[in-house]
């Protein structure tokens, strides 16, 4: 009787083996057991990037200074671009779609370093025609570059927005410290995507032309798998 249940509960041990490799992939390997599930899944790991060039050139076009670092995607441009997929939200700053507009206008300011938090809602100094000497340095809309199209499981899409910026005022040595990424020209109550602190100073005088190039990525690069 003693071999009949041990024969009985080796048969239950393997029929239930068999049954979780069948359910679950499991294999035997070593004396251990390794979960390989079947299940079809889309790997994690999609992102929203932004990258920006700043070029500082002369009234005759020379280079005086380049630059470029990666910015941070604030929550606003984060909760707006959600709700442009899926629909309204209240932690967006326009809340309809209808009222957003395009994250396409770009301004640039020289107030004090932006504090490290994507909860910044706007530049702390953005220039403006009554301040901060702001002729030719208003906020505009930019012009959207060739977008790039995302054609294989590795390959991001990238959509450049540029602005050239021209200083006109009669005060000299003006500096420009800040950038930021817009849905409006006007500067009150506006939503914003992304903001950056600029590695260096930039010192503009009369004639001197900003060119800001900002690149934002969607990644997702691993397959479906």
Not at 54 to 80: K, P
Not at 84 to 96: D, K
Request: charged share 10%.
């Amino acid at each position: 009787m003693y071999k009949s249940l041990m024969k009985n509960t080796s048969i239950g041990m393997l029929v239930a083996v068999v049954f979780a490799v069948g359910m679950t992939g499991i294999s035997l390997s070593g004396g251990t057991f390794t979960s390989q599930s079947n299940t079809s899944s889309y790997s994690e790991g999609g992102s929203i990037l932004g990258h920006i060039e700043v070029i500082h050139t002369d009234s005759e076009g020379n280079i005086l200074s380049y630059q470029q670092t990666d910015n941070a995607i604030v929550n606003d441009g984060r909760n707006c671009t959600a709700m442009l997929l899926f629909g309204a939200n209240t932690g967006c700053t326009a809340q309809t779609a209808g009222a957003l507009g395009k994250f396409t206008a770009i301004g640039i300011g020289n107030g004090s370093l932006l504090a490290g938090t994507t909860l910044n809602t706007a530049l702390n100094g953005e220039t403006t025609a009554t301040a901060n000497g702001g002729d030719g340095l208003l906020r505009a809309f930019g012009t959207l570059g060739g977008f790039t199209n995302s054609t294989n499981d590795s390959d991001p899409a990238i959509q450049r927005i540029t602005h050239q910026f021209t200083y006109n005022g009669s005060q000299s040595g003006n500096v420009i410290s800040q950038a930021g990424l817009f849905n409006q020209t006007t500067v009150l109550g506006t939503g914003v995507f992304a903001l950056k602190n600029f590695p260096s100073n930039v010192t503009m005088n009369n004639g001197d032309q900003l060119t800001v190039n900002w690149d934002i990525t969607i990644d997702g690069s691993d397959a479906i798998s």
